[in-house]
């Protein structure tokens, strides 16, 4: 993300005229299904719109790095705005307003099981009034979600006519363990095994590619056909959901002083995260334990986390809460006590054991829970000390180089900065 252009030519910033322009565009759009043109999550509609502010309007109030002027090349802060109109006071009652207008016109809804978003999604289910609120629309050709997210895949098989793709972007090997688990979210989103020969495999050809995680939101095996793969995938990209909508109205109604609101917002997510025998504990104790703003909205940062991951909201998420540099670090400490099964990974099986169904494809698992210590019962179980190889020392020391709060952008490049005679100007330090 480059952050150096901070106002238009009226003097007006760009945060407060991307508001302004999208209540007045939402004005102009139907909701999703009000319309021939709004019936697909690829034509934005007033859910998008009204979400979009209401992100734009959480953002806007929160923490970032900031330039210390608009045209100074060195020093910035990590702070909130000074602007009177960017304070929480007056953009969370908008906020609030627009994600509550969303849940009243029933034109978007939770998917009734927590895979199905991401299964439609990667098989081009585009039809508008679900959980997607609007989906970036690739056409054949297009677009690298399935390159940057998805299972990674060594050759071809049944789901994928070509070879080497999928897998450049993994989850942090800790992520597992931060979710509960019964979270029926934690292996969708967590996926222990790579694609060779037509089968699951966690042991691989390359030998610089052996045990590791890969994201499970996007998978070709999901997909309704072999995917042609050339260089793009055309897989499109879900931009906005609906349980965004309720984690971010938690977020807003939990600061404006309506704690019962927040927990209920919660939940709807968390309701579904969990199966109906431990809801009891899971959802309704874990709720009701919650007391006080501060708690609540940790535990929205939480339930972000495990709910979004892999959608690339985080970084921003963790950038105006002002928790980027503390949670950057905390991770690699995290991943270092994982890998020596130190701290609060003592009790983590140091090996984990795997063998196929009977489908000859699919792998079943035993060792990454907590509580499965002991050696599996049957046959042809292989074994593999998990962690101790699917975290390198070296990834370790590479997770961050530089400190996150003074490194938040990506900077203009000088290529672009040579074009622009002097009208642009790299903020940081850079």
């Known amino acids: 993300m480059k952050r150096s252009i901070w106002r238009n030519q009226t003097g007006i910033s760009f945060s407060k005229q991307l508001l302004a322009d999208l209540e007045e565009a939402q004005e102009y759009l139907p909701w999703p299904n009000a319309s021939e043109r709004t019936r697909t999550t690829g034509r934005i509609n007033k859910a998008y719109a009204k979400a979009l502010r209401a992100r734009l309007c959480l953002m806007a109030a929160g923490y970032a790095q900031r330039p210390e002027s608009l045209t100074a090349a060195q020093g910035s802060q990590i702070r909130l705005s000074n602007d009177p109109d960017l304070q929480k ?15 009243n016109s029933n034109t978007c809804r939770l998917e009734t099981n927590f895979a199905d978003v991401f299964i439609k999604n990667c098989q081009d289910v585009v039809e508008a009034g679900g959980e997607s609120l609007f989906a970036i629309p690739y056409a ?3 677009g690298r979600m399935m390159q940057h997210f998805a299972v990674y895949h060594y050759d071809r098989s049944k789901y994928l006519d070509t070879t080497n793709k999928g897998g450049q972007n993994v989850p942090a090997p800790t992520l597992y363990y931060d979710f509960d688990g019964d979270d029926l979210r934690r292996d969708v989103t967590c996926v222990p095994f790579k694609w060779q020969g037509g089968m699951q495999v966690v042991r691989t050809s390359n030998v610089s590619n052996q045990e590791g995680w890969n994201w499970g939101k996007y998978r070709y095996e999901w997909t309704a056909q072999v995917r042609l793969v050339t260089g793009d995938d055309g897989l499109n990209q879900m931009y906005i959901c609906y349980a965004d909508v309720l984690l971010m109205l ?10 019962d609101g927040a927990r209920s917002y919660l939940k709807q997510v968390r309701q579904r995260a969990f199966p109906a025998d431990v ?15 501060e708690q609540i909205f940790r535990a929205i940062t939480e339930e972000r986390k495990f709910e979004l991951a892999g959608e690339m909201l985080r970084k921003q998420d963790l950038i105006r809460w002002n928790m980027l540099g503390e949670k ?9 006590d994982l890998k020596n ?5 003592g009790d983590v099986p140091q090996r984990v054991y795997f063998r196929y169904l009977p489908d000859g494809e699919t792998l079943e698992f035993y060792g990454f829970n907590r509580d499965e210590q002991e050696e599996p019962a049957g046959d042809d179980w292989e074994a593999v000390n998990w962690h101790d190889t699917a975290i390198s ?16 952008f990506w900077p203009i490049f000088q290529s ?6 002097g009208y642009l100007v790299n903020n940081y330090g850079y």
């Open 416 to 421: 672009d900065l040579d074009n622009q005679l």
């Open 393 to 408: 020392e070296l990834r370790i020391s590479r997770y961050y180089l530089n400190e996150p709060d003074s490194r938040q």
């Open 250 to 259: 938690a977020e807003v109604v939990n600061e404006l002083g309506d704690p």
């Open 89 to 103: 006071s007056v953009l969370y009652p908008i906020a609030k307003k627009e994600l509550e207008d969303i849940i």
């Open 140 to 142: 054949e050709g297009r």
């Open 328 to 336: 950057v670090a905390e991770t690699r400490q995290k991943m270092s």
């Open 341 to 345: 099964y130190q701290g609060i990974y």
């Open 279 to 293: 809801r009891a504990e899971k959802v309704e104790a874990y709720l009701n334990a919650l007391s006080g703003k």
